[in-house]
């Protein structure tokens, strides 16, 4: 099996500056995953911080997103350099990490994701799907440069490094989590506030300067745009379980006006 098996064309679009359009999977799920694959999403984002995802779900979710054009971007639940080493393990090649506030723990990720000497991700391709049983030639050579490092800022402190953070090589992007950065702003629950949305406006030149992308999840269709149109590179536009409620309770509404659920505003 040849090493292009294995190239990271998310990555490479990166790169070059080419938008991305992704979906976010919260519902922990193989069937659906690989429904959503087939979407037209250039990629998809497996939550395995505020979903019920585990390394077995996701390398289920894995196999079946593999068939399709879209590329998966794994989310694990916190920096751990354990669960980093399992799911490159298993075949993830774009990881997202929560809650990055410091260049030192930014600089930690990318050894945890890079073989020796430029890391310390521990060795076992042989037995890994990773490198198919080792049958791709050469991964062990060819993996440091395949990963895809998206580290999330998304607290006041993680703004005040920003610069430092994105400086940092092996770093592939900054993803901007609005939620939890409004809660630290003092506007919990109100990401459109405007210290928020001004904060992310200014993130996301400083990391266009860095020669970095920035990336982010918004689910209204004119803030995703908005974002777009400033720079951002990789935008999740929706969110997989919101799109399941906001649909059902729809068609419920349609049919049972007095009883339908009340609906329920998006914290994205």
């Known amino acids: 099996m040849t090493s292009e098996f294995m190239t990271n064309r998310f990555k490479m679009a990166l790169q070059n500056r080419q938008k991305q359009i992704g979906l976010w999977l919260a519902m922990a799920d193989s069937y659906s995953a690989e429904i959503c694959a087939g979407s037209g999403f250039d990629w998809l984002l497996l939550d395995g911080e505020h979903s019920p ?6 390398l289920a979710q ?18 751990d350099p354990v ?11 774009s990881l997202l990490i ?16 890079r073989y020796a000497p430029q890391g310390f991700r521990g060795v076992g391709a ?9 049958r791709i030639a050469h991964y062990l050579d060819q993996a440091n440069d395949q990963v895809c ?36 702003l003092g506007h919990i629950g ?26 982010l999840l918004a689910t209204d269709e004119a803030t995703a745009s908005a974002y777009l149109a400033q720079g ?32 329920a505003p998006s914290p994205y």
């Open 53 to 58: 995802l585990d390394l077995r779900t996701m």
């Open 62 to 79: 894995l196999q079946s997103v593999a068939p399709y054009a879209t590329h998966a971007v794994v989310r694990p639940p916190t920096g």
């Open 83 to 93: 669960l980093i080493k399992q799911m490159l393990d298993i075949g993830a090649q």
């Open 98 to 113: 929560p809650m990055v506030e410091t260049p030192e723990q930014a600089e930690m990720l990318v050894r945890a994701t």
């Open 126 to 134: 042989g037995i890994a799907r990773a490198a198919r049983w080792g």
């Open 149 to 184: 490092l998206l580290l999330q800022v998304e607290t006041r402190t993680g703004l005040e490094n920003l610069e430092r953070i994105a400086a940092i090589e092996g770093v592939d992007g900054i993803f901007l989590g609005a939620p939890d950065l409004s809660a630290s």
């Open 190 to 215: 109100q990401p459109q506030h405007p210290e928020v949305v001004a904060a992310m406006e200014r993130a996301i030149a400083a990391i266009l300067a860095s020669g970095k992308a920035p990336g």
């Open 232 to 263: 951002a590179q990789f935008v999740a536009v929706g969110v997989d379980v919101l799109l399941l409620v906001q649909a059902t309770q729809a068609l419920a509404r349609r049919f049972k006006p007095d009883s339908a659920a009340p609906e």
